[in-house]
């Protein structure tokens, strides 16, 4: 029981450091926090030492703390995040309504694929929430993008087989990537899971970078092969028009 509470009192002493260090209006000194907190100098020191392993906090030139490269780069990538799904919910819902089926956005994130926006069509069959959901990349037309274009790597180890049409094989999944990079779009059949059938193509910032994919996915009773040739050169279409119409707001301003 003891060493339960030694545990726990360590954990809120480290979160009450982290959180002081990150709201101080100015980075403090590991003396000003042993003072604050009235934690030992050598107790303070031992837990900041921690935090600075893992990359929560780092210090300055001063010997000051300031937050780690852990945080700011999430801080970073969920700025990033809100960027793109404002910049591109529109297209997401005319997507939606035109073709009536689910429209996605997704990025690379720390080694996996985020889904970071969804608008539903008007189908009841097949309208699932994808948002949060683990998705490997080799399994879906979203993760065939970013791969393709090299907003993501293909993850290391065993090919994960989700389906008996899933993908496992890395070099006819490298012929599958160059496959979509001659199209410009991505296709699954039953890949992700039995009768679901999507079509992606890449978002790309104004350098010509792919930051994210948009997909738009059904069941397979209603979207033939046919059907999702035609949405992916949709998705392309509505990707471009929305990229020109905003490069064109900001030449005029």
Same mark, same amino acid.
């Given at each position: 029981?003891?060493?339960?509470?030694?545990?726990?009192?360590?954990? +809120? @002493?480290?979160?009450?450091?982290?959180?002081?260090?990150?709201?101080?209006?100015?980075?403090?000194?590991?003396?000003?926090?042993?003072?604050?907190?009235?934690?030992?100098?050598?107790?303070?020191?031992?837990?900041?030492?921690?935090?600075?392993?893992?990359?929560?906090?780092?210090?300055? @030139?001063?010997?000051?703390?300031?937050?780690? +490269?852990?945080?700011?780069?999430?801080?970073?990538?969920?700025?990033? +995040?809100?960027?793109?799904?404002?910049?591109?919910?529109?297209?997401? =819902?005319?997507?939606? /309504?035109?073709?009536? =089926?689910?429209?996605?956005?997704?990025?690379?994130? !720390?080694?996996? /694929?985020?889904?970071?926006?969804?608008?539903?069509?008007?189908?009841?069959?097949?309208?699932? !929430?994808?948002?949060?959901?683990? $998705?490997?990349?080799?399994?879906?037309?979203?993760?065939? $993008?970013?791969?393709?274009?090299?907003?993501?790597?293909?993850? /290391?180890?065993?090919? =994960?087989?989700?389906?008996?049409?899933?993908?496992?094989?890395?070099?006819?999944?490298?012929?599958?990537?160059?496959?979509?990079?001659?199209?410009?779009?991505?296709?699954?059949?039953?890949?992700?899971? =039995?009768?679901?059938?999507?079509?992606?193509?890449?978002? @790309?910032?104004?350098?010509?970078?792919?930051?994210?994919?948009?997909?738009?996915?059904?069941?397979?009773?209603?979207?033939?092969?046919?059907?999702?040739?035609?949405?992916? %050169?949709?998705? $392309? %279409?509505?990707?471009?028009?929305?990229?020109? !119409?905003? %490069?064109?707001?900001?030449?005029?301003?």
């Amino acid at each position: 029981m003891s060493e339960a509470l030694s545990g726990t009192q360590s954990i +809120d @002493r480290a979160s009450a450091l982290l959180i002081d260090i990150l709201e101080s209006a100015t980075p403090p000194l590991l003396s000003q926090l042993s003072r604050s907190h009235e934690i030992p100098k050598s107790t303070t020191s031992r837990i900041l030492s921690a935090l600075e392993r893992q990359g929560l906090i780092r210090r300055d @030139r001063t010997g000051a703390f300031v937050a780690g +490269d852990v945080l700011t780069q999430f801080a970073r990538s969920q700025n990033q +995040d809100s960027v793109l799904v404002a910049r591109m919910h529109s297209a997401l =819902e005319k997507l939606a /309504m035109s073709t009536g =089926e689910t429209a996605n956005l997704a990025v690379a994130s !720390n080694g996996e /694929m985020k889904l970071i926006d969804q608008v539903d069509g008007h189908y009841l069959l097949g309208a699932t !929430n994808w948002v949060g959901k683990r $998705i490997p990349y080799h399994a879906s037309a979203l993760g065939k $993008i970013l791969l393709a274009y090299g907003a993501a790597t293909i993850p /290391m180890g065993r090919l =994960e087989r989700l389906t008996a049409k899933t993908i496992t094989s890395r070099p006819r999944l490298l012929t599958e990537l160059e496959n979509v990079r001659k199209k410009g779009y991505a296709i699954i059949t039953d890949e992700l899971e =039995e009768g679901l059938v999507a079509v992606a193509a890449p978002v @790309r910032e104004n350098d010509g970078r792919v930051v994210g994919a948009i997909s738009i996915s059904g069941p397979s009773p209603r979207l033939t092969q046919r059907d999702l040739v035609k949405i992916g %050169e949709i998705i $392309i %279409e509505e990707i471009h028009s929305l990229q020109a !119409n905003h %490069e064109g707001k900001i030449g005029a301003a």
